[in-house]
């Protein structure tokens, strides 16, 4: 697949309100969002403020009432259900807080799993999980069942897995949420190293110490980006100057 | 803290001259802690004429070399054994000025929250940054950034947590008004009053 030149993700003006009338739960109210190749964007906010519907929206799991969310280009709104199953099987992957790996395969039956069920050959998909496995530095582990690995081994293996094969999307939830500190932060590394190779993450999280990880942080209060940082700029960098 | 503790802190590895404290003080604090060559050699003659670090002449240069003493040698493990209070540490400029923003009638208090909040997350980005740049094993140089993440960290989560507590002061205060921006000063004084008072 050509890798599309425009972000990877795009949310425009995007609204989503679940009932009606008196009722209406504004989940969102326009909130527009864009992150290219080599980017890593932080959502922060309470809960309730948005977060869990943003990236319901951006990976396709929800459809918005107002604004289009693009995904490598292509508006979720004008594909069928089938197109947009498709897409998320092939441009999206997923790391959650609880890792949500399945227990009777091993590491690498994890990270292949995806690719086979889109119809990759089991030798190919194999050597490519292996390779994704030696990408976040647990190569070793391939044999391995999830009940036999840490927390943090166990969310590198899903860090696999979300970026196997063309996957250039990560959408992360909490990832670091069930792990201590450091642990957590050598997830963070892991999924920056990861995005700074070639993908694009979207990352929900209500921890500030590792939003720090991003280039722009958006703060999402009852369905508004209240709060966003930007990108970083040059002339920013004061720290970086005193060094 | 003091400057008087990190240097004698330095100085139990072994006699340093007045430019190498400067040096080494700086490497194990980041930069974070800039000293003028002024500070260390006022500081060093402090030490000297308290007993704790004593001059060992000057080398060919004129360079004069510093060693710790018994005396100092116990004010550093004093000094390491006692917890830092947190109240003497300098007062929080950011909670007066929430503090008294809530008093001063026609203040948007939210937007206080709001921009600080950025410039904070701003802050912790660049911190993360530097730590991504990190040499692994400058654990020195690791602490301290740590240090400055957790407290930014503390800082965006104690402001979030303002924000809703502001929030639900208005709700609970003015019900009926359409929202903050839009009512009368007297009336948001009358409000804010209230909720300092309780």
């Known amino acids: ?243 | 803290m003091s400057i008087r503790h990190g240097l004698l802190a330095l100085l139990d590895e072994g006699p340093k001259y007045g430019y190498q404290l400067r040096q080494e003080f700086e490497r194990a604090t980041g930069a974070t802690w800039p000293l003028n060559v002024g500070q260390v050699y006022t500081t060093l003659t402090r030490l000297e004429r308290d007993g704790l670090v004593r001059g060992e002449g000057s080398d060919e240069s004129g360079r004069v070399g510093y060693a710790l003493t018994d005396e100092g040698r116990t004010e550093l493990h004093r000094w390491f054994a006692t917890p830092i209070s947190r109240e003497t540490r300098p007062r929080d400029e950011l909670a007066i000025k929430l503090a008294l923003a809530t008093t001063v009638p026609g203040v948007d208090v939210t937007a206080i929250v709001q921009g600080q909040r950025t410039s904070t997350l701003r802050t912790l980005r660049e911190l993360t940054r530097l730590k991504k740049a990190a040499a692994e094993d400058d654990l020195p140089w690791l602490l301290v950034l740590d240090s400055m993440i957790f407290q930014a960290e503390a800082e965006v989560r104690w402001l979030d947590h303002c924000e809703s507590r502001l929030a639900r002061s208005s709700r609970s205060t003015a019900p009926a008004r359409p929202s903050a921006e839009n009512r009368p000063a007297d009336d948001h004084t009358a409000t804010d009053h209230e909720g300092v008072r309780r």
């Open chain 1, 1 to 243: 697949m050509t890798p599309h030149a425009g972000p990877v993700l795009e949310l425009r003006e995007v609204s989503r309100v679940h009932g009606q009338g008196e009722t209406a739960v504004h989940a969102l109210r326009g909130l527009s969002l864009a992150v290219t190749t080599g980017e890593l964007v932080a959502v922060m906010g309470p809960s309730g403020s948005g977060k869990s519907t943003l990236l319901h929206l951006a990976g396709g799991l929800d459809s918005p009432t107002v604004g289009e969310v693009l995904v490598e280009g292509q508006d979720l709104g004008t594909l069928s259900k089938a197109a947009v199953a498709g897409l998320r099987r092939r441009s999206i992957g997923y790391v959650f807080q609880d890792f949500n790996l399945i227990p009777a395969l091993t590491a690498v039956e994890n990270v292949a799993l995806p690719l086979e069920l889109d119809g990759v050959p089991s030798r190919r998909a194999r050597k490519e999980a292996t390779q994704a496995l030696a990408e976040v530095g647990v190569k070793e582990l391939a044999g391995r069942f999830p009940d036999d690995m840490s927390g943090g081994q166990q969310q590198r293996v899903a860090i696999a897995r979300a970026l196997v094969g063309d996957r250039r999307l990560v959408l992360a939830d909490e990832p670091t949420g069930a792990l201590d500190s450091e642990t957590g932060e050598a997830v963070m590394r892991l999924l920056r190293a990861r995005i700074d190779a070639g993908a694009a993450g979207l990352l929900v999280t209500h921890e500030a110490r590792h939003a720090g990880w991003a280039d722009r942080i958006v703060f999402l209060r009852d369905g508004r980006a209240v709060d966003d940082t930007g990108y970083a700029s040059d002339a920013e960098s004061l720290l970086e100057e005193s060094r």
